[in-house]
């Protein structure tokens, strides 16, 4: 790794401490320009000599959107200063994906490995998305759930024949259209009685013969998403 310099941004004293310590003993090949604790500091500090890494904590003075703020702003003047946050915001996952658009390299939580020369030496050499351990194993277990969801839903579709007319009619149906409502719009080219006809067609093929007597359009929509025909999460209505 060729030598670089940084500013690191950190408002606990303790922890400043053993972030420095880090560098001064793991990464020798960092210049530390020096370190702040409020968003002043900061551009006070790029005023004297900009860097090529801020390390960034997100939580200054009680605040998550001051780290979040000073990303977006550097990222805006200094392009080519690369930031890596450091925090201990270890729950807040929509911190992390707002620092991310904000534009930062990655992000390591303050528990288990903590920073390494790694993550440093990646988000020094242009890589993006540079996360540590902990970070990594919530966003692996958030992906197979969502592969899972995708796959189920892909099995329901092809087991119950699910065609995309009946896609379109069971979600504005759970978003509450009528009949009526849904043979308005442009992707359907069906009339009222023949989404009447789908709608008893679809329960004949979501429900046992035993279950199929008052089955409503309420009931209907339920067990679409039981079955997974349906993503909750993506609910959207056609023009």
């Not at 998550?64 to 915001?89: A, H, K, M, N, W």
């Not at 729950?91 to 390591?108: P, S, T």
């Not at 013969?209 to 609910?235: F, K, M």
Request: glycine letters at 6%; proline letters at 3%.
């Amino acid at each position: 790794m060729s030598p670089f310099t940084v500013i690191i941004v950190e408002d606990v004293k303790l922890e400043l401490k053993g972030t420095q310590e880090i560098f001064r003993s793991e990464i020798p090949e960092a210049t530390i320009l020096g370190t702040a604790q409020n968003e002043s500091e900061v551009w006070k500090l790029f005023r004297q000599q900009v860097p090529d890494l801020l390390l960034l904590d997100l939580g200054l003075g009680g605040s998550t959107t001051v780290g979040v703020d000073i990303c977006r702003q550097v990222r805006q003047s200094y392009p080519s200063v690369r930031v890596l946050v450091f925090t201990g915001e270890v729950l807040n996952e929509r911190l992390w994906v707002e620092v991310l658009n904000a534009g930062a390299a990655g992000i390591v939580l303050k528990t288990g490995e903590l920073l390494t020369r790694n993550e440093v030496k990646l988000a020094m050499n242009g890589r993006n998305y540079v996360f540590n351990e902990p970070i990594l194993e919530k966003i692996i277990a958030r992906y197979k759930r969502i592969v899972c969801e995708e796959t189920l839903r892909t099995d329901a579709l092809i087991h119950y024949d699910i065609d995309e007319y009946d896609e379109i009619y069971l979600r504005h149906l759970a978003l509450g259209y009528t009949k009526d409502m849904i043979a308005q719009l442009r992707t359907m080219p069906f009339g009222t009685k023949s989404l009447e006809k789908r709608q008893a067609e679809l329960i004949g093929r979501l429900f046992s013969e035993s279950e199929r007597q008052g089955v409503n359009a309420t009931r209907l929509v339920v067990r679409a998403l039981q079955l997974h025909i349906l993503d909750l999460d993506n609910l959207h209505a056609d023009d």
